[in-house]
Structures are given as structure tokens and as C-alpha cells.
């Protein structure tokens, strides 16, 4: 899961990272209100990368020009993404722009410090340019991170004296939370030198997922739309995609191929929900439910290979509620003739091989 800018620098300032000062709002007309020194930066809070080159970072140099900027950005879209929140921060005097961040090393099994004097801008062209540039160093987890670590790194880095120091006590204090957050990474870019000071000027931290439980006290998660929400409550995996055909199976590997078939056969899945193993008829049901109602399904696309599911209770759910858009179904396994009778009772018909299903769906789909 990923914060938001301005919620992961309420951590960040929770752990002594130094931040600007700054307010989150919602409505243009609120902007000229906030009790913030000018010049001012307008940040857009959305969940991508590069926010500066696409327009959402803006500085201001009274509340008139905030506000005027404010309404431009809120409401508009950077990325992809519509802006429903900007934190308002007082414009840093940026003298250099470093780059510092802990990152999941799956490879290596342990958290990974990666810094550069070439901040600010994107980390991946700077390692693609000058790889000589980026100081990389591996913690081990047994001894942890510490401030002789981090001054070895502020050294190769070229930094001397107290900002040395400073720089040392800001990437222990990343390492801290990285670790008590559960972070696959916490990165600051740029960490900027302003006035002989550190600033954290911007900030990204990713949650890994499966810490959940117990990260309870972290903002509700954003990137998850509602039904995948629905979905999980209900203990169906259940992700959105953006075309146009609905796809339920049972098991990860045979959703995974039948998105493969659907894609290959042209099409789009417009989402994708896995029944899992021993799925009831309730469950089919409920997945039927999820899965359509997202808007813009054309068709939908059930693939069912019975195994401790049973292609009756799958049917039974199915014909009970028979879905509002073509459906194309394959359905084979555990008691496929009753399945079948179930299902041409309502008057509805099942293939057995994945394939055709597949190009049936995808021809539904285009209105065939
Ligand atoms: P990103 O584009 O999504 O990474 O957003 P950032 O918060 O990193 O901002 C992008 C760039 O805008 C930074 O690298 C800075 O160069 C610039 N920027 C952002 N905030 C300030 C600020 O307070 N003062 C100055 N001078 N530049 C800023
Ligand atoms: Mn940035």
C-alpha cells in the first residue's frame, strides 16, 4: 500500500525527519486561508510519481496566485489520477538535492540503503547515467543500522562536518521507521540542503501489504477501489483492470491463463475475481454480484474447472441469477453433467474447452 505525500511526512515528522510546514486542502477557496509564510508550493497529493513534470507541483507567491492555481490543479488529472487533496507547504530555498531511501531487497532478503548526491530527479536515470553516482549499502537485519553506517555513507556521499552528522541522524530515522512500518520503501526525494539544514521536500512510502494486521493505525488504503474492498470482506481476490470483459475462476493459476486466453484473443478483462478453491454457491453468487458491477462490462467470461469446487453449486448460482450481459462459460470437473443440466434448464449454455469459451467471451464482448 502507498501513502500519500503528506501522510507519510506525518510519519516522517513522528520521527524526527524534518519537513516543511504545511496544511492538506480540499477546496480552492480554503488555499488563501492557511497560516503559512509565502512564497508557498502547491503540491498535488495523488499516488504517482513525477508529479513536478506533469503540472502538480506549482509555487505561489501570494494567496491570490495560490488560490488561482489551486483551482486549476483540484479536480484535474495528473497521470491518470484525479486530484482531490493538495498539501500546501512554505517554499523551501533549495541549495542541492540529494536522494536517500531504504528499499526492500528481495534478492539480497533485507532492506537496502540507496543514496546519491544526484536527488531530485528520477533515481533510475541517474543509475542508468552515472551508476558511480549512487551509494548503495545493504543492512544486515541481525545488526540493524547505525550511525557509523550512516556516516560512511554521508562521507561517500561528500559531505563533511555537521552536515555529515545531520545527514546521519535523518537516515537513521528513515531506517527506524522503514522498519517499524513495515516498508517495502521509504524514500525521500529530493532530501534537500536548505540553508545549511536538511529537508525531507518530498516523501514516498510504500506499506507492504501483508503487514497490514498489525499496521492498523495507518490511513485507509487508497489504491484499493470499493469493490475490491467488497471482495475482500467477502475473502474473494478480486482486482479491477480497465477493459471491458468481467472474468471469474476458481484458483489463482486458472484466472491467471484465462486472462492470458482473453488477451490473446484480443480482448480486454475489465476486472478479474478468483471463487478460490471449494467454492459454495453463495460464493459464486456473490462474485457474480462484484464482478458486474463495475461500469462499462460488456461481457463476461466464467471459467470454471471443477475440482473440490463442484460445477453444480456453480451452476445453481448461475442459473438463479443469470447475468445481465453475454456470459460466455466453460465448465468442466467435479459433477459437469449435472452442472450442465442446471444450466441448460435455464437455457444456458457451457462450453468445455477454455479456448473457445475464450473466443466466445471476447466475440460477446465486440457485440458478436
Ligand atoms: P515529484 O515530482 O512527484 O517527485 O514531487 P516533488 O515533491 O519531489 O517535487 C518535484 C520537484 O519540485 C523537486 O525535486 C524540487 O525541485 C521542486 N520543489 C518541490 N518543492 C519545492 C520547494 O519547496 N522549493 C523549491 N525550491 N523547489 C521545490
Ligand atoms: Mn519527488
Known sequence: MRLHEYQAKELFARYGIPVQRGVVVERA???PRVDLRYPVVLKAQVLVGGR??????????????????????????IRGERVRRLLVVEAAAIERE??????????????????????GVDIEEVARRSPERIVKLPVDPALGFHPFHARGVARRLGLAGALLGQFAEVACALYRLACERD???AEINPLALCQGRW?????????DDNARPRQQDLPADEETTELERLAREYDLSYVELDGDIAIIGNGAGLVMSTLDMVAHFGGRPANFLDVGGGASTEAMRRALDIVLRKPGVQALFINIFGGITRCDDVARAIASSPPPVPT????????????????????????TDPEEAARRAVALARGG
Open 52 to 77: 513536478g513534470k506533469a503540472g502538480g507541483i506549482q509555487l505561489a507567491h501570494t494567496p491570490e496566485e495560490a488560490r488561482e492555481k489551486a483551482t486549476r490543479i483540484l479536480g484535474s488529472q
Open 29 to 31: 477557496e480554503d488555499v
Open 199 to 207: 529537508l525531507a521536500v518530498d516523501a514516498k512510502l510504500v506499506v
Open 98 to 119: 540529494y536522494y536517500l531511501a531504504f528499499v526492500v531487497d528481495r534478492t539480497a532478503r533485507c532492506l537496502t540503503l540507496v543514496a546519491s548526491a544526484e536527488g
Open 328 to 351: 460466455s462459460i466453460r465448465l468442466t470437473g467435479t459433477n459437469e453433467e449435472e452442472g450442465r443440466r442446471i444450466l441448460e434448464a435455464a437455457g444456458i449454455f457451457a462450453f
Open 183 to 185: 516498508a517495502e520503501l
